[in-house]
């Protein structure tokens, strides 16, 4: 199921590229590049894009880069910063959740309102 906090973190994105595109739009310009501007950008805390994530290298765009920067990066650090950036948004996460309640044969359990037992 999905969370209140991913539905804001949907809207911030979907609200992020729609003023992107509405600029575009109002500058004449090709919203293309200013989409991949945007895959571009690094995540904070994480140093690297969604498009250095996904294909291990930083995209050209119509920023001038050196040409070692085009060349895919070392994989294993950037797995190991996003790993350690989703371990940290777990703990924050679980911070207000509780542990469940073991449940054993025959023990009711509520679903949508509903009481309903095994047999």
Do not use: C
């Not at 979907?14 to 109002?26: D, G």
């Not at 293309?32 to 290298?57: D, Q």
């Amino acid at each position: 199921s999905i969370e209140r906090w991913q539905l804001y973190a949907w809207d911030i994105t979907i609200k992020t590229i729609k003023l992107m595109l509405k600029k575009a739009l109002q500058t004449n310009t090709d919203a293309h590049l200013a989409l991949l501007s945007l895959r571009n950008t690094p995540i904070t805390g994480l140093g690297f894009s969604p498009a250095e994530l996904l294909m291990g290298r930083v995209l050209r765009s119509t920023l001038p880069v050196t040409s070692p920067m085009l060349k895919p990066r070392h994989t294993k650090k950037m797995r190991q910063r996003l790993t350690q950036q989703q371990q940290k948004q777990k703990n924050y996460y679980d911070q207000h959740t509780k542990s469940l309640s073991v449940l054993g044969p025959g023990a009711k359990v509520s679903a949508e309102g509903k009481a309903i037992s095994q047999q």
